[in-house]
Nanobody
Framework: QVQLVESGGGLVQPGGSLRLSCAAS????????MGWYRQAPGKQRELVAT???????NYADSVKGRFTISRDNAKKTVYLQMNSLKPEDTGVYYC?????????WGQGTQVTVSS
């Protein structure tokens, strides 16, 4: 069974960068694709980036060109590099499989973009 723990969030000024990490307690080899999701205040959770085992990636239009998802299967970790952050990127960020599995939701990590 896989458990996921997100970290790396924080407060950053507009235009700044953050790198989020998602550590898996079990093997993620059995999960075909991993994704990063976010939930902004008062909004539904949305998928922002996915990475499959072969390394193919996809991004929501709102983050394309600014965010980069990557995975290190040996370290059982998925990353989200976020550059040129905007206030609208504020929210709680979660990792999960893609499509998501209810049992894999963790606590998430808070990202706040504000001056």
């Amino acid at each position: 069974q896989v458990q996921l723990v997100e970290s790396g969030g924080g407060l950053v000024q507009p235009g700044g960068s953050l790198r989020l990490s998602c550590a898996a307690s079990g093997s993620i080899f059995t999960i075909a694709a991993m994704g990063w999701y976010r939930q902004a205040p008062g909004k539904q959770r949305e998928l922002v980036a996915t990475s499959n085992r072969g390394g193919s990636t996809n991004y929501a239009d709102s983050v394309k060109g600014r965010f980069t998802i990557s995975r290190d299967n040996a370290k059982k970790t998925v990353y989200l590099q976020m550059n040129s952050l905007k206030p609208e990127d504020t929210g709680v960020y979660y990792c999960n499989s893609a499509p998501s599995r209810a049992a894999l939701w963790g606590q998430g990590t808070q990202v706040t973009v504000s001056s």
